[in-house]
């Protein structure tokens, strides 16, 4: 396991330093609520026009990170926290990092589908780094070269068009909600609290002596009881099919057997994040490479889960033509094919050894 | 390599027998040529109804396998033979194993297709004994269990429906068409031919002295070769993703970069047969295992292959709803992954340290 530093047997951590307890939480929190408000006051100069500019998109990730840094900290150490209080900021931080999730979401989701069509068409022209505009323009495109034109179908090309309208309303949608958050007294209130929090942090009475490695290793412990509940040996061979099971049943998204793969990677990031604010100030630099790769495949796991369902459902757009809706069942397969291989991925990070690098 | 009792510089070679001479080959070759006339006898005893019988199905195999051995034994050996007479019998041969190949293939080809269409649908229930007309008539059933209706989608039901429609339809076809050459006296030619075969090789002059092991050997080398040839590398990544491009290219089936492993397949099942004709009668006991798993990798490759464009084919059927045609997406991209499974399981057989099996 990951955590031979956070073990009080080992000599490392004995030697380490002193025993974290709730001081050290406290500035963790404190930096990181300093981060959300600064985030929050970049977010402000950036603008928040309709298409949200490149820093405007950096200043509300950076305010999703603090955000769910926060509310981890506050589920996993709350025996160290003025209970009542975590309890009010818990729902309120998940609500903010939620809402600002969505219009990334979107974007990054019509810029995985839209590769994805261009890659199933055999097109390597796909210019990936100009982002999702371009490549659902470039899809219908009339004065495409030739090489390039040859080898979309006009199925391809319209369930291009068709993802590019839906997931495009959805996100200018999330862009407004996220924009009327902002300015709710819904959102002061979190403000306020992050504020005082970047100075004073609510620690219970007993906190200044309390160890906090046993709350972390719980959540490690948490993780590690949800990964050995994954049906990791079956994910472990590589073309079992698993993932697509259900790929034509009725039943509406999302896929029921995502979800405890759903569930790992948030207990992996609460593991991360507990982990961070045990380590202390610089806990950031602690990276275990094999957390950080199978991480990584959970994520993509969650896209590739997510980008499914988006194609599963614009295949139900009533009165769209069978051309589309055979490229739309393509690409949904494709997708699911994505989730089993993410799971391969997930599988083998998970089984390597650790190597710490610290 | 497989080929260690055939390398001449092998002691246990060299202690094995005499050398395989052109009479090895004529043993082998009046063995398979009388095995073709007991499947001939058969198959006129077992009957050729609209169905096939099992028996007469069974004697259909026992043709064409016997068919195909002497076939490229003619094509391996043929220095050791009267070539003019080769030249004449190897097209006839293939006719006959490739007309009487079809009808099984596209009855194998739905079996595939409607099996996959009910692990798509979740539906655990498909009794995969019973054959296709079961699984396809269970399909749009009204009076399933409710757990199995509940599992199968309108889209999915369809193309089942369609597909069997396809399919069956060519069957019925190839049907026909075996029985009418069956009962042609081109055909009656060639069991001619065959039978003067059971009793009389035309063996070249010098045959008698040539051994055998070279020409199986460059049998050898051209199927090490075309391995070589193949993106191996790629196909051992899981995951690679590789058999689905071009999945939406507006090209018709098959797909170019199958052609590759189909031409593969070819040259192993020749090294296999010339193996089988250089270790005398009991060729057959002669099993090795890493062969074994690649052809059958190949196979696997082959149906997949064209049980995947047969999906695509049947979504540009005019008119179908587009629940259909997603379903056939859906498929498609399904047998497009088989294939990309069985190159997997290929470059791992292949890989593989011989095991000598005999």
Known sequence: MAQQHLDPTDPRSRHAGPVPTGDALA?????????????????????????GSEASAEAARALRRSARRISASLHT??????????????????????????????????ERLLAALHRLSG????????????????????????????NLTVGAAKAG???????????????????????????????????????????????????LRPLSTAAQDRLADAVTALPLVVAGHPYNAAALVHGLSPDTVPHPQDAPWHQVRLLLRLHRYAREAVSGPKGNAVVDLRLLAAGQALNRHRDASEASAAAAQAARTPRIAPATAYALGVLHADQRHEVEAARFAFQQAWQKETVGAS
Chains 1, 2 share one sequence.
């Open 77 to 110: 150490f709350q025996s160290l926290l003025d209970s009542e209080w975590c309890e009010a900021m818990r729902p309120e931080l998940a609500w903010v990092s939620g809402t600002l999730a969505m219009e990334h979401a979107y974007t990054a989701r019509l």
């Open 161 to 211: 068009a068709l993802l590019d309208r839906q997931l495009t309303l959805a996100r200018t949608r999330a862009h407004s909600t996220a924009l009327q958050a902002l300015g709710s007294s819904r959102f002061h209130a979190v403000a306020d609290k992050v504020a005082v929090l970047a100075s004073e942090v609510p620690l219970a009475r007993t906190a200044g002596t309390t160890d």
């Open 123 to 150: 097109s390597a022209a796909f210019p990936a780094q100009t982002g999702a505009r371009a490549a659902a323009a470039s899809l219908p495109k009339a004065g495409a070269p030739a090489q390039e034109r040859g």
């Open 27 to 51: 500035g963790y929190l404190r930096a990181q609520a300093t981060e959300f408000l600064r985030a929050l006051r970049l977010h402000r100069e950036t603008g928040s026009g309709a298409n």
